[in-house]
């Protein structure tokens, strides 16, 4: 979801509100994976505002696009003839469907995973630490739907002693009264990743958390421990 609604939102500034390139120069771009002479069209998508910043035009957008696929699922019916419900649980969706997808306007490579989740930034773009992804999300509404994965990464140092557990209580605190009702956390020194990677039988009890669920760092393919450790290690 987040991929695809930062993917329409750089197509609507770089294309038609900013015109600073063509869609066939976009096309030709995204077709090329972004090599070569199209490295630059790649710089321009990536420093096009994304979700997860507490900027209103993206975030907004991504509200837009949930809205659309909630009103377009809820036109059916379900067995007892009332209406269909989304649920947005992606678990390790975003995986396999990157896998099979091309580059993507937002600055995505072809073939590598989209956002987390389902309402998870994507890695690296939140750039103005976790209460301006907080704000970010609770802009969308997620009624009505059934389910949805939010996740977060802190540096262990966040939680170090009283007063960063109270504020990271306090983020929560904030998401839920402004409308959020699922978050969830890695707390893990990127350092330990990287290791736990070269050298996988130091770290055999290395436990993270991947999308809607919890696993050894170590038994994870390289795409998943790669998608972990490029996550934004915020530090309150």
């Given at each position: 979801?987040?991929t695809a609604a930062n993917s329409l939102?750089?197509?609507?500034?770089?294309?038609?509100?900013?015109?600073?390139?063509?869609?066939?120069?976009?096309?030709?771009?995204?077709?090329?994976?972004?090599?070569?002479?199209?490295?630059?069209?790649?710089?321009?998508?990536?420093?096009?505002?994304?979700?997860?910043?507490?900027?209103?035009?993206?975030?907004?957008?991504?509200?837009?696009?949930?809205?659309?696929?909630?009103?377009?699922?809820?036109?059916?019916?379900?067995?007892?003839?009332?209406?269909?419900?989304?649920?947005?649980?992606?678990?390790?969706?975003?995986?396999?469907?990157?896998?099979?997808?091309?580059?993507?306007?937002?600055?995505?490579?072809?073939?590598?995973?989209?956002?987390?989740?389902?309402?998870?930034?994507?890695?690296?773009?939140?750039?103005?630490?976790?209460?301006?992804?907080?704000?970010?999300?609770?802009?969308?509404?997620?009624?009505?739907?059934?389910s949805n994965l939010f996740n977060l990464?802190?540096?262990?140092?966040?939680?170090?002693?009283?007063?960063?557990?109270?504020?990271?209580?306090?983020?929560?605190?904030?998401?839920?009264?402004?409308?959020?009702?699922?978050?969830?956390?890695?707390?893990?020194?990127?350092?330990?990743?990287?290791?736990?990677?070269?050298?996988?039988?130091?770290?055999?009890?290395?436990?993270?958390?991947?999308?809607?669920?919890?696993?050894?760092?170590?038994?994870?393919?390289?795409?998943?421990?790669?998608?972990?450790?490029?996550?934004?290690?915020?530090?309150?």
């Amino acid at each position: 979801m987040i991929t695809a609604a930062n993917s329409l939102f750089a197509v609507k500034k770089l294309v038609y509100d900013d015109k600073v390139i063509t869609m066939k120069e976009l096309k030709d771009a995204l077709a090329a994976d972004f090599e070569g002479e199209h490295a630059r069209i790649r710089k321009l998508a990536q420093d096009v505002p994304k979700y997860g910043n507490d900027i209103d035009e993206p975030d907004l957008f991504v509200n837009d696009h949930f809205r659309k696929i909630s009103d377009s699922v809820m036109t059916n019916k379900n067995p007892f003839a009332g209406p269909l419900y989304p649920g947005y649980l992606g678990i390790t969706a975003h995986y396999y469907h990157g896998i099979a997808c091309g580059a993507t306007p937002d600055g995505r490579k072809a073939r590598t995973p989209f956002a987390d989740g389902s309402f998870s930034t994507y890695p690296g773009t939140d750039k103005r630490g976790p209460t301006a992804v907080i704000k970010s999300a609770t802009k969308t509404n997620l009624f009505p739907c059934t389910s949805n994965l939010f996740n977060l990464k802190f540096h262990p140092s966040a939680l170090k002693d009283d007063d960063g557990i109270r504020k990271v209580w306090d983020l929560v605190k904030v998401y839920s009264r402004r409308g959020g009702y699922h978050i969830q956390f890695n707390v893990v020194d990127q350092n330990v990743l990287l290791e736990a990677r070269e050298r996988p039988r130091e770290h055999k009890d290395l436990l993270v958390r991947v999308a809607g669920f919890s696993a050894y760092f170590v038994d994870l393919a390289p795409l998943m421990q790669d998608e972990i450790i490029a996550g934004t290690e915020h530090i309150l």
